[in-house]
Each structure stands twice: as structure tokens, then as C-alpha cells.
């Protein structure tokens, strides 16, 4: 793997040996916070010094004064909140834990690979320096905190503290089984409990300057049920951040990691919550009905850790601040210093994404359901595609991709056909050598429609989007890269558009879109500008487009450009529609505009949309909740939709409102020949015998 060196497959050795003897060695774990010993507090430490904290203190007075219940009743209140709150991590049971883990690793998982080269350095660091570590990893799975631990044991790595959900503690047994593992626990929304919100900003603050252990917590706060980065959470990161003001470590380092699963274990459940069934409730039967996973070797392929360059936030946070907590106690950090650290991480987690080849096979067979879904899609023809988008993402976009770059015939067939086989249930080669799909949805009556988030979808609505948001969910972390190309596609027109026109074309899609995208907010026009002829440039070099007389034409690379085009037009078409449907919504529903009604009103419009036009929300992704949520977020960012108090309800601006829709209108957007709907089931695989993808 030339472009990923320093990877290396953490369960090679462990094939090798006894995983007892592996999980029971003699260990003395590397501490990434250096501290005099006088400084590390144990659990009941930290316990006691959350409880006399001079704010936490000044808390229970006042609750205790305002409603009129006992010091003592409100102290024992707090004493349980803490140790609710608390981890409690136990070596004995990490080593438990450890084999069982290793088992299971061993059973899913071909390859784990590890940039080793990072984590040896990050290892390194540590050892010589004082500031306190956080450990922030991308979150596309629930195995995300479990893996990240279990590298660390690995490499003798202490393990983190870990902010956990209290659906987890909730979990018999394995609740407390993860408090031992380093996790502590924190309630979904305290805003309002005055009381609990201080002894958790204690908490933080404690174990940021004295704890010799990492923390670990996600950033986006919930999975990724799309696979691609998310917005980031700003509350547990902005304590963290604050807590540098108090003076007892002379750094915080957020460490970003990326996690990357050729076959994400929730995979099917990611379609469906994103369709609108809920996901199945935490519980420990729950768990165990989820080892059926483990009935197939390696039914989940490879999973890549990659490791970004740790963000110091002193850079950020300056002595001026310092000085000015010290004077001024209510003093707060200004929210776009903990902004500009969040997009950070996020965009060293999509910078140090590892495509695999399922994602690029992915990308390619979403083009050809769209455009050529009559011609057979042959195992050699998709070799020929793979090996030109690769070469095309690699070396224009220097995307990181598993395996080495290669134009050799044999070894990219056999890269593509060992992808292949964590998705026998899904993609298949039939007895001809042609891709195929294979039907993922079994029948909708076990779902229980009263808890539907959207609108309850037809049989033969399901039949097709299960399949296509499958394929999506494979795609979506190449727009990490793709993304700003793919703009630049949606605004230029076969006659041709003037250079203006299409930077301004971007500005309104890199606006709307960035919520999406996670693309951090720019308001210097000679920035987008920059960064979008860094874009045009890539374009231009590939022959996708060309330039003459102040007009950008297209190529006549139409192939790029029509993968490119097509994959961000689900996302445009969905903030049109959702447009229409805000400007229109008297007149279509009595209903008071929430966000609720929004998502049930825009599923049910896209619904018939996909079976009875040929023009907007063609494309089965459109029926996401995900997409619907983030459109939203965008509209009222930009104050387009703006949220009343005393209703609980929404309000539209209809001038921004009609400016916007005018502006999209003008878009142009080319469609695909043909619609999933039409084309989906000429690549559906009617034999109940497929031939295994084989080296």
C-alpha cells in the first residue's frame, strides 16, 4: 500500500497467538497525561473534589433556597449524579473484556489496519509532555469507541475516559462493564437542570487537569447513519476548551482519527432509520441477538484507522483569555475559537478518510443504474471504470485509497472481487461475470408504522430505496472529496456559462450545501473564489470542462462530469423541493409547519414525485430523513425559516423564499436518461444462485 504506508494489520499477530496469554501479559499502559503523582486523582477523588467545587457548592445553595428542600437532600442529589456520572476503570476487567473482543475482532474483520506510524509518535509525545490528550474519532458506528479502546490495549496505551450515552448505562451488565472500560456516563439533555450541568462542567474540568488518562468523545455526537461527517456538537467541547482557562495544564491536544469500515456492522439499520424506522432500542438481549453477526468469517471485510495531526488548542486559547478568566470569573471563550476547532477535526477526519474499493464500485454502479442500466455491467467493464476513477480521485483529489495504484488488469480485478465479498448479501457477480443487486429489502410487516419518523413509505416505494440508499450509504464517503468538484458540475450549462455566473452559481450551493458537507462557513468572497478555481482547475485538467472567451463549457470528459453531476443532485433536488413545499404549505396542509411536519410532508411529496415525474427527487435518496434534517438546518441558518417560542412552530421569509427557489430554478441541471425507478429492476439478480465473488 504505497499511499498508506505506515498501515499495518493490528490482527496479523493476534492470529498467531493465545489470546489469553495476549490479553493477560505483564502491562505497564503509557499514560498520555504526565502528571506529579500528587496530581492523579481516583475515582473517589475526583468524586469528592466535583462535590466541594466552589460553583457546584454556590448550585446546591441555590437549588436548596429557591425550592425550599433540604442542603442535605440536594447534596445527596448531587453525590448521585456524580456517581451516576463517574467511570470506573478496572485493568481485570479491560483483560476480560479483551479476549472476548479479540474472538469477535478476529470473526467480523479480515484486516484491521492502523497507521502505526502515528499512533508510535502519538505514543511518543506522550510519554514527554504534560498537556492533557483527547482522543476524537470519527463516529460511523457503535463498534467506533470499542475498536479505539481495544487498539490502545493493544499497544499498551492507557485507556480513555470516555463520554458514553445513558442508553449504554441503561444496558444491564454491560453498563457497568463499560463504566470499568473508562466510559462515563452523561444524560442526553440537562440544559435546564441547573444542578447537573455544573457538577458535569466539574466533572470535565477535573479530569482534563487530573486525570492521567485521554478522554475520548465524539465531536458529531451520534453516528453517522450516512457515512460521511457530520455537524459537529459544540457542548461537551466548549467545557472541555474552557477548562484550559483554569490553569492547571498548560495545553489540551485534540488527536482527530478517522475510521473507515468496508462493511459498517449497522449497515441495513442505516438505511432504514434513514428511511424513518427508528433504530431498535440499546438494550443487553439486544446485544446478543447482534453476535448473529459473528456466524460468518469476515462478513465485514476491513476497517482502516487512520490517525490526523493533533490540534493544539493553546493556539487558540492565548494568555490574553487566561487573564482575563482570572479577572473576570463569568468570562467565557468565544464561541467561534470552539467553532474553528471543530471544523478542524472534522476536516482532518474527511482528509484522512480511506476510500476502499466498495466505495468507488459504488459510485460507478450508481452512474450505471442512471445512464446504461440496459447494458450488462461486466466484471472487465468495471475493472476498466474502477481504474480510471481511481487513478482520477487519487491523483487529482489525493484521496487515500486502500491498496497500491496499479493498471494491472489481474491485481485491480482481484482488489475489486476481494471488496466483493463482505457484500454477497448485497452486490453480487452472476454466472455471466455481471454486477447485480440483490434485493435487501424482505417485506415490510415488521415494522411498526406508530413509530414511523416520516411518512409511512408503500411496499413498492421500499422495494427500490432500501436498495438505492444502500448503494448511497457506500458512495457518500467519496464526496469527502468529491464534493466541491461536484458543485462546480451543477453550474455550467451544455451552451456554456459565464465565469461570473458560475462562482456565483457555487457560492449559493457551497452555502446551502455546507451543512451537509460540513464545509466551514466562509464569508470572504476571494476565499470561495480561491477555493473554487482550486476546484475548476481539477476540472479543467481532466478535460471535464474547458474555457473560451470568459464562458466555462463542458468537455469532453462526459463521463466525469456526469458521475460528478449526478451525485449532487439528490442534494440539490431536495432543497428545491423542500423550497416548494415551505412556499406552498398553506395551500397544501392544514398542519402547523414543525419540524416534524416537514420531514412526514416533504417523504410523502418526494414519494410521489419518484413514481409519477421525470424532473425533481428522481433519485431514491431524496426520501432521507438525513437529507431533510440537514436542508433544514441550512434554510434556518440563512434565516429562511425562522422558529417562534410561544408556537413551537415555524415561519417562512417568502421574499428570501422566492429569491432562493428563482435561483435554483436557473440551475442547470441535467438529468440521468433514465430514473432508479424505470432501472433499479433491470440490475435487481432474479437468481437464487449468484456465483461468490473468487481470487
Not at 466510559?183 to 470535565?204: E, G, P, T, V, W
Request: proline share 4%; with cysteine.
Amino acid at each position: 500500500m504505497e499511499q498508506n504506508t505506515g498501515f499495518v494489520d493490528l490482527l496479523e499477530d493476534r492470529r498467531r497467538d493465545c489470546d489469553f496469554l495476549w490479553a493477560t501479559r505483564s502491562m505497564d499502559p503509557s499514560l498520555p497525561h504526565m502528571l506529579p503523582p500528587e496530581s492523579v486523582y481516583d475515582r473517589q477523588k475526583i468524586i469528592q473534589a466535583v462535590l466541594h467545587d466552589e460553583q457546584v457548592r454556590l448550585a446546591i445553595d441555590t437549588l436548596a433556597r429557591t425550592t425550599g428542600v433540604r442542603v442535605k437532600d440536594v447534596e445527596n442529589n448531587a453525590s448521585a449524579m456524580i456517581n451516576e456520572m463517574a467511570s470506573k476503570a478496572d485493568l481485570t476487567t479491560v483483560r476480560w473484556l479483551g479476549i472476548f473482543i479479540t474472538k469477535a475482532m478476529k470473526r467480523m474483520f479480515s484486516k484491521i489496519y492502523i497507521n502505526e506510524t502515528m499512533l508510535s509518535d502519538l505514543k511518543r509525545k506522550t510519554r514527554i509532555s504534560q498537556v492533557q490528550y483527547i482522543y476524537v474519532p470519527s463516529h460511523r458506528s457503535y463498534l467506533d469507541f470499542i475498536l479505539l479502546s481495544y487498539i490502545l490495549f493493544s499497544y499498551d496505551m492507557a485507556l480513555p475516559n470516555i463520554a458514553a450515552g445513558m442508553d449504554f448505562y441503561n444496558m444491564r451488565i454491560v453498563g457497568e462493564l463499560l463504566r470499568k472500560t473508562g466510559a462515563f456516563y452523561i444524560r442526553r439533555s440537562f440544559s435546564n437542570d441547573i444542578l447537573y450541568k455544573q457538577i458535569f462542567r466539574s466533572y470535565i474540568n477535573t479530569i482534563v487537569s487530573h486525570s492521567d488518562r485521554a478522554i475520548e468523545f465524539f465531536v458529531e455526537g451520534t453516528r453517522s447513519r450516512s457515512q460521511k461527517s457530520t455537524m459537529p456538537k459544540y457542548g461537551l467541547l466548549s467545557i472541555i476548551v474552557e477548562s484550559l482557562l483554569q490553569g492547571d495544564v498548560p495545553d489540551i491536544h485534540f488527536v482527530p482519527m478517522s475510521i473507515n469500515y468496508e462493511r459498517p456492522p449497522e449497515e441495513l439499520l442505516f438505511v432504514y432509520e434513514m428511511l424513518g424506522v427508528p433504530k431498535p432500542k440499546e438494550s443487553t438481549a439486544g446485544l446478543f441477538r447482534s453476535l448473529s453477526i459473528l456466524q460468518k468469517p469476515f462478513s465485514h471485510g476491513r476497517i482502516f484507522f487512520n490517525i490526523g495531526e493533533p490540534i493544539s488548542t493553546s493556539r487558540f486559547v492565548d494568555k490574553a483569555y487566561r487573564q482575563r478568566k482570572i479577572l473576570q470569573p463569568s468570562f467565557k471563550i468565544p464561541s467561534s475559537v470552539v467553532e474553528n476547532i471543530a471544523y478542524l477535526i472534522i476536516e482532518s477526519h474527511k482528509k484522512n478518510t480511506v476510500l476502499m474499493p466498495i466505495n468507488i464500485i459504488a459510485l460507478l454502479l450508481n452512474e450505471r443504474i442512471q445512464t446504461k442500466p440496459k447494458e450488462p455491467y461486466t466484471l472487465d467493464s468495471l475493472v476498466k471504470d474502477y481504474q480510471w476513477f481511481k487513478s482520477f480521485v487519487t491523483r487529482s483529489l489525493k484521496a487515500l485509497i486502500y491498496e497500491t495504484e496499479t493498471t494491472d488488469n489481474y491485481r485491480t480485478k482481484q482488489e475489486i472481487l476481494e471488496s466483493l465479498k463482505p457484500h454477497d448479501e448485497f452486490i453480487v457477480l452472476d454466472s455471466s461475470n455481471t454486477l447485480k443487486i440483490k434485493q435487501r429489502h424482505k417485506g415490510a410487516k415488521q415494522i411498526n408504522h406508530s413509530n414511523i419518523k416520516g411518512h409511512p413509505l408503500s411496499e413498492r416505494t421500499l422495494q427500490i430505496a432500501v436498495s438505492a440508499i444502500n448503494i448511497a450509504i457506500y458512495i457518500n464517503p467519496t464526496l469527502a472529496f468529491l464534493a466541491e468538484t461536484a458543485f462546480i458540475t451543477a453550474t455550467v450549462g451544455e451552451n456554456g456559462t459565464q465565469t461570473e455566473v458560475a462562482l456565483e452559481r457555487y457560492e449559493l450551493l457551497r452555502r446551502l450545501l455546507s451543512t451537509e458537507f460540513v464545509m466551514r462557513p466562509i464569508e470572504d468572497r476571494a476565499l470561495i473564489k480561491t477555493e473554487w478555481e482550486e476546484s475548476l482547475n481539477i476540472l479543467l485538467s481532466q478535460n471535464c470542462l474547458y474555457t473560451a472567451n470568459d464562458l466555462i463549457f463542458i468537455g469532453n470528459n462526459t463521463k466525469l462530469f456526469s458521475i460528478l453531476h449526478n451525485v449532487i443532485l439528490p442534494f440539490i433536488d431536495v432543497i428545491y423541493v423542500m423550497c416548494i413545499l415551505l412556499s406552498e404549505w398553506t395551500e397544501r396542509t392544514s398542519a402547523e409547519l414543525t419540524d416534524r411536519t416537514i420531514l412526514v410532508e416533504m417523504q410523502k411529496e418526494v414519494e410521489r414525485l419518484i413514481f409519477e415525474t421525470k424532473d425533481w427527487c428522481q433519485h431514491p435518496y431524496c426520501l432521507s430523513l438525513d437529507l431533510y434534517n440537514t436542508t433544514w438546518s441550512s434554510l434556518l441558518s440563512q434565516d429562511i425559516i425562522a422558529y417562534h417560542k410561544h408556537t413551537s412552530t415555524y415561519r417562512t421569509d417568502k421574499a428570501k423564499l422566492a429569491h432562493l427557489i428563482g435561483a435554483l430554478r436557473e440551475l442547470p441541471l441535467q438529468r440521468p436518461a433514465e430514473s432508479y425507478v424505470g432501472a433499479l429492476p433491470s440490475i435487481i439478480s432474479t437468481s437464487s444462485i449468484d456465483v461468490p465473488a473468487k481470487l
